[in-house]
T-cell receptor
Framework: AQSVTQLGSHVSVSEGALVLLRCNYS??????LFWYVQYPNQGLQLLLK??????LVKGINGFEAEFKKSETSFHLTKPSAHMSDAAEYFC?????????????FGTGTRLLVSP | NAGVTQTPKFRILKIGQSMTLQCTQD?????MYWYRQDPGMGLKLIYY???????DKGEVPNGYNVSRSTTEDFPLRLELAAPSQTSVYFC??????????????FGSGTQLSVL
């Protein structure tokens, strides 16, 4: 069954530092992969998605992620953190086994940004 | 467009009471989903629907029921509320198309406490 594992429930960085949020997936068939962001008291918003085109995917707010099949990873990065990036980030997967109808989320990583 | 609208935003129930969480979308999306979010657990899929008259179970359907009589509405019913159902509930929808490559649109959530 499809699943994603997010390493680290909390990540702390200083403003201007590199952001790296880790996500590893498990799927028996080529997956679609997503990163969503949740700001306090709001629903989730899509940051970026991988759907079997280019392996390096660029999203909103300067975030990007690279699909690495050999490592079964889809880590999220941003070169320079901003205070407004503080939020919870969720990796998610869907695949052909479920007809791409269902999205399975990871447990989330809370990003803390200090001045 | 209002997007995905959930009501109520907050609710406190007593054990054994029943209630319906309302969800409506005005984007003519075929797919609709109900998720629950618990701290440190990410989002778990309760039920989903691929169109009016069609519903299916997700990862954690026990204790819940859904119906989809129209494209716009996808209510979630709790028949006998239990403390384990204390959670934040999110409704989401997505447009028709090829698989889950299209992004989910989330409502702002319903915070439910069962005491």
């Amino acid at each position: 069954a499809q699943s994603v594992t997010q390493l680290g429930s909390h990540v702390s960085v200083s403003e201007g530092a590199l952001v790296l949020l880790r996500c590893n997936y498990s799927s028996s068939v080529p997956p679609y992969l997503f990163w969503y962001v949740q700001y306090p008291n709001q629903g989730l918003q899509l940051l970026l998605k991988y759907t079997s085109a280019a392996t390096l995917v660029k999203g909103i707010n300067g975030f990007e992620a690279e699909f690495k099949k050999s490592e079964t990873s889809f880590h999220l990065t941003k070169p320079s953190a901003h205070m407004s990036d503080a939020a919870e980030y969720f990796c998610a997967v869907s695949d052909r086994d479920t007809g791409f109808q269902k999205l399975v989320f990871g447990t989330g990583t809370r990003l803390l940004v200090s001045p | 467009n209002a997007g995905v609208t959930q009501t109520p935003k907050f609710r406190i129930l007593k054990i054994g009471q029943s209630m319906t969480l309302q969800c409506t979308q005005d984007m003519n999306h075929n797919y609709m989903y109900w998720y629950r979010q618990d701290p440190g657990m990410g989002l778990k899929l309760i039920y989903y629907s691929v169109g009016a008259g069609i519903t299916d179970k997700g990862e954690v359907p026990n204790g819940y029921n859904v119906s989809r009589s129209t494209t716009e509405d996808f209510p979630l019913r709790l028949e006998l509320a239990a403390p384990s159902q204390t959670s934040v509930y999110f409704c989401a929808s997505r447009p028709p198309g090829q698989g889950s490559g299209e992004k989910l649109f989330f409502g702002s959530g319903t915070q439910l406490s069962v005491l």
